[in-house]
Each structure stands twice: as structure tokens, then as C-alpha cells.
């Protein structure tokens, strides 16, 4: 890929979406040094959550970009979606095993969506894009459950599981949408979108 002179800056910690975004085939560096905090007021839609944490890691960055550099910021969530009984919820990451097999609980024998949104900037020009994948769980069983959360402790992950590790090898029967979204990051948009920019 071409990027005609620009140096790419991912800003995120997240070893997934480094191993993802080296999958293009580009040099990039990693800097997550910003000033931002991840909250947002009940008022805010829950589907429209990513956006704007994605837009304020990158608005919160510890320094002017230089002409040549477009920094890459993202953000993931796993979102119940709404239904007659129970009002829609974002499942971030689990505060302790207690709350993870909750959540689990939750994902089990139904559908929830994974929205990743990401935001690309350079000096002079911004784009800010989201991808939702359906994702559906078989009924999980206690013990699949209290297995999956000691062995492979999912506590740094939205939702309480990675799609990549057992819970998704035993547990998703179907997905609608791009596989590495749920990873945490729509490689096949982002390279789309770096084409615009260079």
C-alpha cells in the first residue's frame, strides 16, 4: 500500500488491533499517550457510544500532528440491543470475575452487536467510521462459563470474552459482519479509508 510519505500513529494499546493493522502490510508506530477519559452522559444513545470515544481519544492527543502523519484511534463496544423486556446495554470490560460471568450470562443464547467506530486525522482533515457485526451465542452452561473466565481471566476485554479464544470457538454459532470487527478492529474499512487519505 502507498501511503505516499505519511507516517501512520495507532493510538491504542490494544495488541489485537497492532496485530491487525501489521496485517496491511504498513509501518506504523504506536502512541496512546492522550489526556482523555472514557465517560459519557446517560443522555448519549448507546449505539453512538464508539463514535465518540473514538473521536475523543484522537481530539485528546498529547500533541499537534505533524503534515505528514494521520493518527488512528478506535474503540469497541459489545452492545445488548433493546428488546420488549429489557432496555439496550453496553457491556464494557468486567470490573472482576463476578461481573464477567454476569455478562456472559447475559451473551448467552442470543444475539448482541460489536461495534468498533475509528477515527483517522491528519493536520488538515478527519473521518470517523463505525462497523457493527451480529454475533450470536449458544446457551453457555455454568460450567463453560466459570471455565473460560478463570483459565483465560477476560478481564481487560468489552463484553468478558475474545471471539479469537474458547468461549468463541465452543460458544458462537453465527456472525453477520466482518469477523475481525469483533477482534477489535474492521481492518478491510480502515485500509479503505487510508487510501482516502494518502
Known amino acids: 500500500m502507498n501511503l505516499h510519505g505519511k507516517h501512520i500513529i495507532l493510538g491504542s494499546n490494544s495488541p489485537r488491533r497492532r496485530e491487525l493493522l ?9 502512541d ?4 482523555f477519559e472514557e465517560s459519557f452522559g446517560e443522555e ?3 449505539d453512538q457510544v464508539p463514535r465518540l470515544m473514538a473521536q475523543g481519544k484522537s481530539h485528546s492527543f498529547h500533541r499537534p500532528l505533524k503534515e505528514n502523519e494521520i493518527l488512528i484511534t478506535a474503540d469497541t463496544m459489545v452492545i445488548l440491543p433493546a ?6 446495554e453496553i457491556l464494557g470490560k468486567p470490573k472482576d470475575r463476578e461481573d464477567a460471568c454476569r455478562m456472559l450470562r447475559d451473551l448467552s443464547g442470543r444475539e448482541h452487536h460489536v461495534t468498533t467506530a475509528v477515527t483517522l486525522r491528519d493536520a488538515t482533515h478527519e473521518e470517523t467510521f463505525d462497523v457493527t457485526t451480529e454475533v450470536w451465542f449458544k446457551p ?3 460450567a463453560e462459563i466459570a471455565y473460560y473466565v478463570d483459565t ?10 475474545a471471539i479469537q479464544e474458547w468461549i468463541g470457538h465452543i460458544g458462537i454459532t453465527r456472525i453477520e459482519g466482518s469477523y475481525f470487527n469483533v477482534v477489535g478492529f474492521p481492518v478491510q474499512r480502515v485500509y479503505e479509508a487510508l487510501q482516502r487519505f494518502a
Open 44 to 46: 448519549v444513545p448507546y
Open 32 to 35: 496512546t499517550n492522550n489526556n
Open 83 to 88: 428488546t420488549a423486556h429489557r432496555p439496550g
Open 22 to 30: 501489521k496485517g496491511l502490510d504498513i509501518d506504523f508506530e504506536v
Open 152 to 161: 483465560y481471566k477476560p478481564f481487560d476485554k468489552a463484553g468478558a470474552y
Open 140 to 142: 453457555l452452561t455454568e
